[in-house]
């Protein structure tokens, strides 16, 4: 599975639980961080939470499993370090605050409408 693939997988999931605002934005062309960057807001740390703990469940079930993880115990964020992606999950306001889409406006992002329900 390429790192394309797992990153249209990742918003599956965060889709899944009713995430926010998703977003996959490829930043390998801008930066040697990560291939992709993949950010959603939940409406409540409970769903911060189970987010990004579905999509640790899916990529552990195809055989990917989470470098680090940072904030697991924060009410607003959680990132999960997958080496080629990073994953941001966000309350709503700790996203406004961070606003990463603005600090990754150079990368491209990728249309993911035909993939979320």
């Known amino acids: ?3 394309y693939e797992q990153a249209l997988e990742i918003a599956k999931a965060l ?3 009713k995430g926010f605002n998703i977003k996959v934005i490829e930043i390998s062309d801008v930066s040697t961080l990560a291939d992709y960057m993949v950010i959603a807001n939940g409406t409540s740390s409970t769903q911060v939470k189970a987010m990004a703990d579905e999509v640790e469940y899916r990529l552990d079930n195809i055989g990917y499993s989470v470098s680090h993880i ?4 924060s009410n607003s964020w959680i990132l999960l370090d997958y080496v080629d ?3 941001h999950v966000f309350s709503e306001e700790a996203r406004e605050y961070y606003d990463l889409e603005r600090l ?3 990368g491209k ?3 993911i409408s035909d993939i979320l329900k």
Request: aromatic share 6%.
């Open 85 to 87: 992606i990073i994953v």
């Open 15 to 17: 889709d899944s639980k």
């Open 109 to 111: 992002e990728i249309d």
């Open 1 to 3: 599975m390429t790192t």
């Open 104 to 106: 990754w406006q150079d």
């Open 70 to 73: 940072e904030g697991h115990r």
